[in-house]
């Protein structure tokens, strides 16, 4: 069965960084794309970063210049690099996937992460 694990959140300063990472794993063929989205209190899920196979790249508006996103196409594994941390980046960040289970081209799924909590406060 596919599964994706986050890790790297926590507690950080204002102006801190973290990095968090994702990992799929499971009944694989192809990855499409990965990222990440993020669910603040009182908000509704949004999009921070996703990344394709072939390298292209999406930022919410919110991130730009601060947030990287990288993936490791060999490791089934996404990054994101997220610097110059504001309070209203505390969110559970959950990390995202659409793949191919199988050959068949039609065969896709969108998987979710359990989410990690980041936190950022004086």
């Known amino acids: 069965q596919v599964q994706l694990v986050e890790s790297g959140g926590g507690l950080v300063q204002p102006g801190g960084s973290l990095r968090l990472s994702c990992a799929a794993s499971?009944?694989?063929?192809?990855?499409?794309?990965m990222g990440w989205y993020r669910q603040a209190p009182g908000k509704q899920r949004e999009l921070v970063a996703t990344?394709?196979?072939?390298?292209?790249?999406e930022y919410a508006d919110s991130v730009k210049g601060r947030f990287t996103i990288s993936r490791d196409n060999a490791k089934n594994s996404v990054y994101l690099q997220m610097n110059s941390l504001q309070p209203e980046d505390t969110a559970v960040y959950y990390c995202?996937?659409?793949?191919?289970?199988?050959?068949?081209?039609?065969?896709?799924?969108?998987?979710w992460g359990q989410g990690t909590q980041v936190t950022v406060s004086s």
């Open positions: 995202y996937g659409r793949l191919y289970r199988t050959t068949t081209t039609t065969d896709w799924s969108d998987y």
């Open positions: 499971g009944s694989i063929f192809h990855i499409v794309s």
């Open positions: 990344k394709t196979s072939g390298g292209s790249t």
